[in-house]
């Protein structure tokens, strides 16, 4: 009995391990972070940009290979081959038939071959310069992939904050409400107040709690929707080192100046800059078809025959030769010159591009540039707004604990406060998000961000 009584104590045990067990190791753990560690982060895990540092090295690659057609081709080879039945002619002599041999039983022939291009129509030069412009795409891509990260870290950041922010102003409106019912029970034991009065004040403690409960929802899903934007797993628990920003580094007074800089310095301006050189230089490749070639060769061979497997230097046989190739194209049947044309149609066609997508970036920065505008005008108003909503309160609150005001007035002007601090704030994201946005459509660069040259 003893022994089975230890045996069920155990058992149990075991199980409430088994239950408990996972309940600890399920705890979340905190990581604090700040906007730039944020991003530091975002870039070191996107998959974009891992594939985006690909294509550049891949470029790099490139053009060591376009260097090929411009060093000289290096060729060796060894051949060695051994006769088993070796051919026989049989010639009749005076003294009789003859049988004689050809060949020797063991052959060994090695060569080496040296090719230097020299002129090759202007093709080879022209080749190496497309790829180093296909390098300069993949790195304007890059660079491209590395802003709309920072941009989707930096807005999913804010949005953040405006969760954090919007939860407490509804639990600030929460504690208006309470404090407004133990203000109207108060009166009411008064007898300065009717119970309808306590009725509608306890009626707006009731509304004021779902308001929480959502905030806090909207707040659990930012808090998601950041982690996986920065590459966090879903059960550690955020916390945010930082507040709103409220300038940039850009220069922002300047319209001009912004449209100016954002169509030289964009990333798609680049790339696509980089594609038309590409194009030029492929309408040289094209015209190098119809002009001649000239190679410098030069060729040494040894060629050794034996019998037996070994040799000695009698038995090999040297030759060295050397030479200029020329090669002149008489007629295509016109196939040069049409490539010719399609590779000129389609520098026109990446100019038209170009030209459409500095008119849409400009239009893009005058477009960022007023909402910044209009936003900043809406921060410094919702602060005004605030500070008479919060007078307003203060001073209604007073009036309605010496009988001088309703409670319908104390309800509607703590309604107008929290509406005024929900406006304030938002406020505050659209700034911020508004400095991001312009920064992007002008083509800002943030040096400590970016590792894609490495």
């Known amino acids: ?25 399920a705890e979340k753990s905190v990581v604090s972070l ?38 000289p081709k290096i060729d060796v080879s060894v051949n060695h081959t051994a006769n088993w039945l070796l051919p026989s002619t049989v010639f009749d002599t005076p003294t009789g038939r003859q049988t004689v041999t050809i060949g020797t039983r063991y052959n060994t022939t090695g060569s080496v071959t040296f090719r230097q291009p020299v002129y090759s129509g202007g093709k080879t030069r022209a080749a190496l310069q497309v790829a180093k412009s296909f390098m300069a795409v993949a790195e304007a891509g890059s660079l491209l992939v590395h802003q709309q990260v920072k941009v989707l870290v930096e807005t999913a950041f804010c949005d953040l904050l405006l969760a954090q922010e919007l939860v407490a102003v509804s639990e600030q409106a929460l504690l ?25 004040a306890k009626v707006q403690v009731a509304e004021q709690r779902p308001d929480s409960l959502r905030a806090r929802n909207n707040l659990e899903l930012a808090a998601n929707v950041f982690k996986n934007v920065v590459g966090l797993d879903q059960n550690v628990t955020v916390q945010l080192d930082g ?46 078809a119809s002009r001649p070639t000239i190679d410098l060769t030069a060729n040494g061979q040894l060629q050794a025959q034996s019998n037996s497997f070994g040799f000695n230097k009698d038995d090999a046989q040297k030759s060295w030769t050397t030479g200029i190739a020329l090669s002149v194209p008489i007629f295509d049947g016109l196939r040069t010159r049409s490539r ?55 001073i209604v609150t007073s009036r309605y604990a ?3 005001s309703t409670q319908l007035e104390v309800l509607d002007g703590q309604l107008v406060l929290t509406r005024a601090r929900i406006a304030a704030v938002q406020a ?22 970016f590792d894609w040259r490495e």
């Open 243 to 288: 507040s709103f920003r409220t300038e940039s580094a850009l220069d922002t007074l300047w319209l001009n100046d912004l449209m100016r800089e954002g169509t030289r310095q964009r990333p798609e301006i680049q790339r696509l800059q980089a594609q038309i050189h590409v194009q030029a230089q492929n309408i040289k490749i094209e015209k190098a």
């Open 428 to 449: 505050l994201r659209d700034r911020a998000v508004a400095l991001v946005r312009l920064e992007q459509v002008a083509g800002y660069c943030d040096e400590r961000h």
């Open 340 to 394: 010719v044309t399609q590779a000129t149609l389609d520098l026109q066609r990446a100019e038209i591009e170009r030209k459409q997508l500095e008119r849409d970036i400009s239009l893009q920065i005058r477009q960022a540039w007023s909402d910044l505008e209009e936003v900043r005008k809406r921060v410094d108003a919702q602060e005004i707004v605030v500070a008479h909503a919060e007078q307003g309160v203060s």
């Open 1 to 25: 009995m003893i022994r089975s009584s230890f045996l069920s104590i155990g058992l149990i045990g075991i199980c409430m391990v088994w239950v408990f067990l996972p309940a600890y190791g």
């Open 176 to 200: 208006q409400a309470k404090a407004n019912l133990a203000q109207t029970e108060s009166l009411h034991r008064v007898g300065r107040v009717s119970n309808y009065e306590v009725l509608r």
């Open 402 to 404: 010496n009988g001088m």
């Open 34 to 71: 700040t906007l730039e560690q944020s991003i530091g982060m975002a870039l070191r895990e996107n998959e974009a940009i891992k594939l985006a540092r690909t294509d550049v090295k891949k470029s790099r690659a490139q053009v060591k290979e376009a260097w090929a057609s411009v060093l």
